[in-house]
């Protein structure tokens, strides 16, 4: 049974550069969620996907930040002339209807700006 | 806004029974309670849940009150590899209530 997964598993990158993070769901699972967590924090939620659309992102998605899910698979979140406040764990989880819309995690990638 | 309490840290021997206790006073009835754990440096994990009938799968236990204000998650032979933050939380399931509302959680260190 194939999880959640993310690519990659750390980047450490420099002030401005921009960054991109790729997230593959679960097979078959429509909707797919992007979270932030900062260090001794709990994971604050990005933005959601059903399917190909984006239904819903906070207002911690800064103009800088951009997601796409263009084909309802895989899914991809940028960071545009990243900042050091950028740097953080970016989890992505997924969930279909089936299992009450339970939402499994991926491993997360670690963002370190420098 | 999270909509639980949990206490910030707990100890556990190794063996025996963790129980993790979580209030949710403010609870809806249509709100299911939720847990999920996080391992240092790893993503959240996903335990169990329930509405209001306890429920138990391989990994732990979940009793929730009459009155749905309180619940109490077991892990009923808690080993090292249980260490970790544990996280209580409650959403509508079956809806467009797509975003968990994570709080600070228990902190369950497990010792020999």
């Known amino acids: 049974d194939t999880g959640v997964s993310q690519d990659p598993r750390h980047k450490i990158t420099k002030r401005g550069q921009n960054v991109t993070f790729r997230c593959d769901p679960i097979?078959?699972?429509?909707?797919l969620y992007w979270y932030r967590q900062t260090l001794g924090q709990g994971p604050e939620f990005l933005t959601y996907?059903?399917?190909?659309?984006?239904?819903?992102k906070s207002r911690l998605l800064s103009d800088r930040f951009s997601a796409e899910r263009p084909k309802g698979s895989f899914s991809t979140l940028e960071i545009q002339r990243t900042e050091q406040g950028d740097s953080a764990m970016y989890l992505c989880?997924?969930?279909?209807?089936?299992?009450?819309?339970?939402?499994?995690f991926g491993p997360g990638t670690r963002l370190t700006v420098l | 806004d999270a909509k639980t309490t949990q206490p910030p840290s707990m100890d556990c021997a190794e063996g025996r029974a963790a129980n993790l206790p979580c209030n949710h006073s403010?609870?809806?009835?249509?709100?299911?309670v939720y847990w999920y754990r996080q391992i240092h440096s790893q993503g959240p994990q996903y335990i169990i849940h329930?509405?209001?009938n306890n429920e138990t799968n391989e990994m732990a236990s979940l009793i929730i009150t009459e009155d749905r204000k309180s619940s109490t998650l077991i892990l009923p032979h808690a080993t090292l590899r249980d260490t970790a933050v544990y996280y209580c939380?409650?959403?509508?399931?079956?809806?467009?209530?797509?975003?968990?509302?994570f709080g600070a959680g228990t902190t369950v260190t497990v010792r020999a």
């Open positions: 939380i409650v959403r509508v399931v079956l809806s467009n209530d797509y975003k968990l509302s």
């Open positions: 403010t609870i809806s009835g249509n709100e299911y």
């Open positions: 097979s078959e699972h429509n909707r």
């Open positions: 996907f059903q399917n190909e659309a984006q239904l819903e």
């Open positions: 329930g509405l209001k």
């Open positions: 989880a997924s969930s279909f209807r089936t299992s009450d819309y339970t939402q499994y």
